[in-house]
């Protein structure tokens, strides 16, 4: 592809195969390009069995030239254009540890002598003449979530002892004006902190947390990951209280939104950790927030907005995730003719 920018769901995908043909020919009756959208998980189960499960969202093909009565394509080069609308409710594309969901364009020759059409022929028991990547980003409006408008209050409270005796707790309520948030928009969490107890605080980390879950044969394997994160500096001694802000987190371009909706088999939270740190020997009070990570912002509620997203950094991204498709599949080599040469092109 010439361009690597996020396609939406119901968009129209156009391009051209342009195929050039060497010496001698290259023995096809039949070129044909397919999208392919999918989820794949895999993982060893309790017992180490292999566990996998797998979702089919689009397989589209068409066939762009097709020729019965010749075995083969003369020399010369060609251009064959095409074009594939993807479905309505299909998740974004999606890299994980133990599982993905990938778009994916292809060409195929087909030379054999089966009646059957060029379409019903095109498998994947073979490596294709070329293949593509999309990035397919289904976006998720906080508005129409009632749960992301919503204020967030999370407590939390821990003892310490010292010399055998139980002092009194350390406290913290962290507050979010909003649960949702949309790619760079700074996350501003407030915490006030309530120290009863007899030992100083000195520090307060936050970070937001990405915990997803791939399911695949009645069982399930759950990781988490950090997104962002920031730290401060506090004072808060035995007896007293502060109120700690942070606004330097802001929610990275290309964060997978919440849920991965219309995939069964890829489960995507967020939550922000906070962590409160007394001094000495001691270990930290810790709290989770949960929040909700989508694509189109909440307008009508206070909010600091980082710099807009430059059409730049939406490449970039769709780019990267497309190269990372790409690796994973470097095992599975793309074959290549001697006697013809064959590239994906998209002017959109």
């Given at each position: 592809?010439?361009?690597?920018?996020?396609?939406e769901?119901?968009?129209?995908?156009?391009?051209?195969?342009?195929?050039?043909?060497?010496p001698?020919?290259?023995?096809?009756?039949?070129?044909?390009?397919?999208?392919?959208?999918?989820?794949?998980?895999?993982?060893?189960?309790?017992?180490?069995?292999?566990?996998?499960?797998?979702?089919?969202?689009?397989?589209?093909?068409?066939?762009?030239y097709?020729?019965?009565s010749v075995?083969?394509?003369?020399?010369?080069?060609?251009?064959?254009?095409?074009?594939f609308?993807l479905?309505?409710?299909?998740?974004?594309?999606?890299?994980?540890?133990?599982?993905?969901?990938?778009?994916?364009?292809?060409?195929?020759?087909?030379?054999?002598?089966?009646?059957?059409?060029?379409?019903?022929?095109?498998?994947?028991?073979?490596?294709?003449?070329?293949?593509?990547?999309?990035?397919?980003?289904?976006?998720?409006?906080?508005?129409?979530?009632?749960?992301?408008?919503?204020?967030?209050?999370?407590?939390?409270?821990?003892?310490?002892?010292?010399?055998?005796?139980?002092?009194?707790?350390?406290?913290?309520?962290?507050?979010?004006?909003?649960?949702?948030?949309?790619?760079?928009?700074?996350?501003?969490?407030?915490?006030?902190?309530?120290?009863?107890?007899?030992?100083?605080?000195?520090?307060?980390?936050?970070?937001?947390?990405?915990?997803?879950?791939?399911?695949?044969?009645?069982?399930?394997?759950?990781?988490?990951?950090?997104?962002?994160?920031?730290?401060?500096?506090?004072?808060?001694?035995?007896?007293?209280?502060?109120?700690?802000?942070?606004?330097?987190?802001?929610?990275?371009?290309?964060?997978?939104?919440?849920?991965?909706?219309?995939?069964?088999?890829?489960?995507?939270?967020?939550?922000?950790?906070?962590?409160?740190?007394?001094?000495?020997?001691?270990?930290?009070?810790?709290?989770?927030?949960?929040?909700?990570?989508?694509?189109?912002?909440?307008?009508?509620?206070?909010?600091?907005?980082?710099?807009?997203?430059?059409?730049?950094?939406?490449?970039?991204?769709?780019?990267?995730?497309?190269?990372?498709?790409?690796?994973?599949?470097?095992?599975?080599?793309?074959?290549?003719?001697?006697?013809?040469?064959?590239?994906?092109?998209?002017?959109?």
């Amino acid at each position: 592809m010439k361009e690597f920018r996020p396609y939406e769901p119901k968009e129209k995908v156009e391009g051209e195969v342009k195929v050039s043909v060497g010496p001698g020919g290259l023995p096809a009756k039949a070129i044909v390009a397919r999208l392919d959208g999918r989820a794949r998980v895999e993982f060893r189960g309790g017992g180490g069995d292999l566990r996998k499960s797998e979702e089919y969202y689009c397989n589209e093909t068409s066939v762009l030239y097709q020729n019965a009565s010749v075995s083969s394509i003369p020399v010369g080069n060609y251009s064959y254009p095409f074009a594939f609308t993807l479905p309505a409710k299909i998740p974004s594309s999606f890299e994980g540890e133990l599982g993905w969901v990938r778009y994916r364009l292809e060409v195929r020759i087909v030379d054999g002598d089966d009646d059957a059409s060029a379409a019903n022929r095109c498998h994947d028991d073979s490596p294709p003449l070329a293949q593509s990547f999309l990035t397919v980003l289904n976006p998720l409006d906080l508005n129409t979530l009632p749960a992301a408008k919503q204020m967030q209050k999370s407590r939390a409270q821990k003892h310490f002892c010292s010399l055998c005796c139980r002092n009194g707790p350390l406290s913290v309520v962290a507050t979010l004006a909003k649960s949702g948030f949309a790619a760079r928009e700074r996350i501003r969490l407030v915490a006030k902190i309530d120290n009863r107890s007899r030992v100083d605080v000195g520090r307060v980390y936050v970070k937001l947390v990405k915990l997803t879950s791939f399911y695949a044969d009645g069982e399930v394997r759950i990781g988490d990951s950090t997104v962002t994160g920031a730290a401060g500096e506090v004072n808060v001694g035995p007896g007293d209280c502060s109120v700690w802000r942070n606004e330097e987190m802001v929610v990275p371009f290309g964060a997978p939104t919440s849920y991965l909706r219309y995939c069964n088999s890829i489960d995507v939270e967020y939550w922000i950790e906070i962590k409160v740190g007394p001094s000495g020997p001691h270990s930290s009070l810790e709290l989770n927030v949960p929040v909700i990570i989508g694509t189109v912002p909440i307008p009508n509620m206070a909010r600091r907005r980082v710099d807009a997203v430059k059409p730049a950094a939406a490449t970039a991204a769709a780019k990267k995730l497309k190269e990372n498709a790409m690796k994973a599949l470097a095992a599975r080599s793309v074959g290549t003719s001697e006697r013809a040469s064959t590239s994906l092109m998209s002017p959109n």
